[in-house]
């Protein structure tokens, strides 16, 4: 396939990932550090084949402790901020948030690697933070001001995390890492408060069971499209099209959600504000 081809299955099922996740948590009422640790630990599991098929090597990782253990702690904590970000907002809104990640990639781009600032990606950033804010405007939107603290601070904590990740993987065996990045973060995820550890098992019985299953499988697969997408086509223009993730996560919202049918209007011209925004930053 190609890596058009590979972006847009991409986009596609990490759009549905999110919307399987509110669904899950809500409807199940999932504890948000049992949640956050189980599935990411189930991604690695389905992830596991590709592995080792691919060839499992973890030269390289000395060198790396601090942004390996950086990315660990910022995707243990960000994914149960995550899950509890997506208690309070609609998942339309928590992709605009969520996409403010990419301000934190950029100033951590500068940091790590002396990229330059331009007055694109500053154009971009000012773009991301007004269509945050057009959406603040609505109290339909978000459930309480805790929602968008919350969306900000997934975004904040996501961002570093995936600078680490990136700058790590620069070093070792991208696909090794990729998948043990889930299982550190998965444990990371349930160190955040240990006693809640034991209600992992809530989580791996039953219907539920079947839609975690069912969750890691369309976020393994997400995950893999994107980093062959990433391999096999420039990343100027791969990063672009991922961010189409932000409309097609509020379309699928609407289509498939009753409760997202909310402000529709004010959520599409956010939603289109922010992934220009996002273009902006990584053009």
């Known amino acids: 396939m190609t890596w058009q081809v590979y972006s847009a299955v991409a986009v596609l099922l990490l759009s549905v990932a999110i919307l399987l996740q509110r669904v899950i948590l809500h409807r199940y009422k999932a504890d948000d550090v049992a949640f956050a640790g189980t599935f990411q630990l189930l991604v690695a599991a389905v992830m596991l084949p590709w592995t080792l098929v691919n060839g499992m090597s973890f030269a390289g990782y000395s060198s790396q402790w601090f942004a390996v253990g950086l990315c660990t702690v910022c995707f243990g904590i960000g994914s149960v901020v995550y899950a509890k970000t997506l208690k309070h907002i609609d998942a339309s809104a928590f992709s605009v948030l969520f996409a403010t990640q990419a301000i934190w990639i950029m100033l951590a781009g500068i940091w790590l690697y002396r990229e330059q600032l331009d007055w694109l990606q500053l154009l971009g950033a000012l773009l991301i933070f007004a269509s945050v804010a057009l959406l603040a405007e609505s109290h339909r939107i978000f459930r309480s001001q805790k929602g968008i603290v919350l969306g900000l601070l997934t ?83 791969v990063a672009p099209v991922r961010q189409a993730g932000i409309i097609i996560t509020a379309l699928l919202a609407f289509a498939f959600m009753r409760d997202e049918r909310t402000n529709i209007t004010r959520k599409l011209i956010a939603a289109s504000i922010c992934t220009f925004g996002v273009i902006l930053l990584v053009i």
């Open 155 to 237: 975004g904040l904590l996501f961002g570093i995390a995936i600078a680490s990740s990136a700058y790590v993987a620069r070093n070792v065996e991208p696909i090794t890492w990729i998948w043990f990045s889930f299982v550190l973060g998965g444990l990371g995820s349930l160190l955040v408060k240990p006693s809640k550890i034991r209600l992992c098992k809530n989580l791996l019985r039953g219907k539920i069971l079947k839609s975690m299953l069912v969750l890691a499988v369309v976020y393994a697969l997400g995950n893999v499209a994107i980093n062959y997408a990433y391999i096999e086509g420039p990343f100027s223009l």
